[in-house]
């Protein structure tokens, strides 16, 4: 079933207050994924590269016209203490924040909140310089 028979078959808003029971196939890793061993009752993303799709403008809407990959660019922590990916659409730019799913790959949980460190803003070798520009000691012990 594509989304605008899915959109034209449920009213707006159904995902939000039912469970997602959907098998799909990731259009970024081509696997399939299937929402048993997610721990939730709405799997919105792939376990193994977690790519999702923008399909929603609010969360369960499913009125998002947009349709492009939702890309994992960061990991933060929310208050109670669960991950949460931040998801960039590649078509318009949207972001959006799913928490992770029991099975999702570790790994690349990892990569993702590893990414700032291995690649930081700043070059490394101006590190001792902007230390002494910022007031603190000149060199690292």
Known sequence: MNRENKRKQFQNGYYKNHRCDDTFTCKHCGRVVVPIGAGTQHRNHCPNC???LHLDD???DRAAD???QMEPV???????GKWAIIHRCRVCGKLASNRIAADDNPMMLM???LRPLCTPPFPLERIEEMTALMGGEGRMR
């Open 50 to 52: 977690l790519t999702s």
């Open 58 to 60: 609010d969360p369960g």
């Open 66 to 68: 947009c349709g492009g």
């Open 74 to 80: 960061a990991v933060w922590v929310r208050k109670s």
């Open 111 to 113: 990569s993702i909140a």
